[in-house]
């Protein structure tokens, strides 16, 4: 006995498209997949750093006292 029968997919993808709309679940799938992708990646044990945008827009600081 299967736990998921297709019909139980199907009514779980209604909910999920009457809860968040057609114009948002790309954006949902999208998120989800690089979640999982970024969880993959801690997993195997390597991680790709992505440069961050707060970070190379920041002025850098001055070193040591004035």
Do not use: C
């Amino acid at each position: 006995m299967a736990l998921l029968h297709p019909m139980h997919l199907a009514i779980v993808a209604l909910v999920v498209l009457l809860v968040f709309g057609p114009r948002k679940l790309p954006e949902l799938a999208r998120g989800v997949g690089e979640a999982m992708k970024e969880l993959r990646q801690t997993l195997d044990g390597r991680e790709e750093r992505k440069p961050d945008a707060a970070a190379a827009s920041a002025v850098p600081l001055p070193e040591g006292p004035p």
